[in-house]
C-alpha cells in the first residue's frame, strides 16, 4: 500500500540579525547621535549642538525648543525669546510632518530605560500589574499646564524625566537618578510600559502632534499572520496594531493610531514579513 505523505509548512527563511534588528540599531543609533551632538563641545571642543532637549542651538545657527516648553512658558503669562519660538515651530513642523512620538521612540533618552524595563519584565516572566488607564497621561498632560499658570513658573521642568536623564548624561547625574530608576522599577514590577504608554505627559502632547502624520508603519502582508503574537509582545502600544493587522473597524493595513511611536520593533520581529515602514497614502495589502 502506498504510504500518503502530509506535506508540511514550510520554514519561515532565516533572517540576519541586521533583518531582526534593523529599526532597532537605527533608533539606538539616532538616540546615541543626538547625545553625542551635545557631548561635542563638552568633549571635543566642537559644539555642535548647545542646549539640551528643551531648548538647543544647532552649529550656532538652527534653533530648537521643545514646544511643550514654550506651551508652558505662554500659560505662565510670558512672551518666549523671538528664537525659542522660531525653534519650537521648525520641532512642531517636522513631528507634524513624520509623527509626534516618532519624538519618544527616535530621540528621548528614556526610551532606552523603559525598553530595559520592558526587556527585564518578560525575562523575568512577570504577567501581572497594575496599569493606569492610558488616558492618564492626558490629565497629567493638563495638569502640568495649569501648575505652570498657577505657580507662573515651568513647575514641571524640576521633575521631567525627559530633561533630568538627558541633562544628567551631558553634565552628571543628580536627584534625577532617582525619578529613573522609579521608573525603571515602576516598568518592571507595577505596569508593563507604565511611563511611557500610561503616565508620561510628553508622550500625551507629542501623541496629540501625530495625528496626521505622513510616516506610518503598516500591515500589508497580513495574511501571512500566523498568530504568533510577536508584534503584541515588543510594541510599547499593542492597542494600535490590531486594527490594522485584523481590519477591525477599517479595511487598510495602515497603523494610523496616534499612539504609534513608528519604533519599527513590530518589522523587526514579524519572520512572516507582515509589516513595513511607508506613508499614510499607501493603502496597498499584498
Not at 100 to 126: E, K, Q
Not at 166 to 171: A, K, P, V
Amino acid at each position: 500500500m502506498a504510504s500518503t505523505t502530509i506535506p508540511s509548512a514550510s520554514p519561515a527563511p532565516v533572517r540576519s540579525l541586521w533583518q531582526r534588528q534593523r529599526w532597532l540599531i537605527l533608533r539606538r543609533s539616532s538616540q546615541v547621535l543626538v547625545l553625542l551632538a551635545f557631548l561635542s563641545g563638552p568633549w571635543f571642543g566642537m559644539w555642535i549642538a548647545k542646549g539640551n532637549l528643551s531648548s538647543s542651538l544647532t552649529l550656532g545657527v538652527l534653533p530648537l525648543t521643545d514646544p511643550l516648553l514654550v506651551l508652558q512658558t505662554l500659560v505662565t503669562g510670558h512672551l518666549p525669546y523671538s528664537s525659542a519660538l522660531i525653534g519650537a515651530a521648525i520641532v512642531l513642523a517636522f513631528y507634524l510632518l513624520i509623527g509626534g512620538r516618532v519624538f519618544c521612540s527616535w530621540v528621548c533618552p528614556v526610551n532606552v530605560v523603559t525598553d530595559a524595563a520592558a526587556w527585564t519584565r518578560r525575562r523575568l516572566g512577570i504577567k501581572t500589574g497594575r496599569v493606569p488607564d492610558a488616558n492618564t497621561r492626558l490629565w497629567l498632560l493638563a495638569g502640568l499646564l495649569l501648575a505652570a499658570a498657577l505657580t507662573g513658573s515651568l513647575a514641571w521642568e524640576w521633575v521631567n524625566p525627559v530633561s533630568l536623564l538627558h541633562r544628567g548624561l551631558i553634565f552628571g547625574m543628580g536627584g534625577g537618578l532617582f525619578v529613573i530608576a522609579g521608573i525603571f522599577i515602576y516598568d518592571v514590577f507595577v505596569a508593563s510600559r507604565g511611563w511611557c504608554g500610561h503616565l508620561c505627559p510628553m508622550g500625551a502632547f507629542y501623541s496629540l502632534l501625530g495625528r496626521g502624520a505622513l510616516l506610518r508603519v503598516a500591515a500589508p502582508n497580513r495574511k501571512a499572520c500566523d498568530d504568533c503574537m510577536d508584534c503584541f509582545t515588543v510594541c510599547p502600544e499593542p492597542q494600535v496594531i490590531r486594527p490594522a493587522l485584523k481590519a477591525v473597524g477599517q479595511t487598510h493595513p495602515l497603523i494610523l493610531a496616534a499612539d504609534c511611536t513608528t519604533c519599527g520593533r513590530c518589522i523587526d520581529v514579524c519572520d512572516k514579513q507582515v509589516f513595513k515602514m511607508t506613508h499614510r497614502f499607501d493603502q496597498r495589502s499584498e
